[in-house]
């Protein structure tokens, strides 16, 4: 099966649309007899869409339903609530049998790619196996050669095709695991941290090898990150998480250059400059306090305890994630 060449493209029709969505872990107490006792919002009515042919970035600091939202997405995290469309068809109820067509064309590439890559199997079992599985990999010879055209499309020789992972850098590990996730020719990828366990000069390349392979492939990603210097570089639009609830989305120029809620404000605040004169003449402005437990969040806004800018109303009203003049959604009263 060779990889389709695809025009990048970036049309209104969603590719995923994702509405209200929400995962809570119960909390229970006992040994014999658990009670469930409260719950743990990790994510806590989320929407968002993803066109294809963008790169959608979920960006938040760490605990805030990122990696939970996106294990939802891909159906591998039962569902408290909300409604999961995938090229037109709702796939939040469906079996797993149903779901095995989806899974050919929604793939995941892990943070760790160390801990993601099975030591006992060669490079050229791992990136091969999605095709086993789904029986695709036909005879031997074109198993084979299949195998080497995804690791000639990742930048690896196919000649390393009988090591094992210990035998590669970390970088070369992500790669093998991005040669994996491309095997069945998905629509979607969705990258989970996918470059931070990665030195600063690897994720570069990592980075550019995403890129390119969009472009040549029409590929579409759900990109979950913390570094705002990544998302920087890869996003077509961003959406910022705080405490399980998504409080803006923005094309990524608008982002960086006008950020509209406090917290996204804050986060851009806190990223240093790569200049040591004007980082030190810069004004530091810390979010006070803690993030609150999602067991027990606030009312109203979730950022009011820690916003400077916080009014009566943000302490008992949840702002909705609303449309603004210029298009980007917001939650805040401001």
Known sequence: MATREREPTMNDAPLLEVTDLSVHFPVTEGVVRQRTIGAVRAVDGVSF????????SLVGE?????STTAMAV???QPLTGGRIVFDGTDITTLTPAAMRPFRRRIQMVYQDPYGSLNPRMTVRDIIGEPLVVHGL???RKTYAARVAELMELVGLLPAMAGRYPHEFSGGQRQRIGIARALALDPDLVVCD????????SIQAQVLNLLM???QRLGLTYLFISHDLSVVRHLSD????????RIVEVATRDDLFGAPQHPYTRALLDAVPIPSPEREAERPHRVIPGEVPSARNPPPGCPFHPR????????????????????????ACHL
């Open 49 to 56: 869409t993803l066109r294809r042919g963008e790169t959608f």
């Open 62 to 66: 760490s605990g805030c339903g990122k």
């Open 74 to 76: 891909l159906r591998m």
């Open 137 to 139: 990999a036909g005879d």
């Open 193 to 200: 941290e996918a470059v931070s366990a990665l030195d600063v």
């Open 212 to 214: 390119d392979l969009q």
């Open 237 to 244: 639009r961003i959406g910022v998480m705080y405490l399980g």
């Open 307 to 330: 916003c400077p800018h916080a009014l009566p109303q943000c302490r008992t009203d949840a702002p909705a994630l609303s449309a603004r003049p210029d298009g980007r959604l917001v």
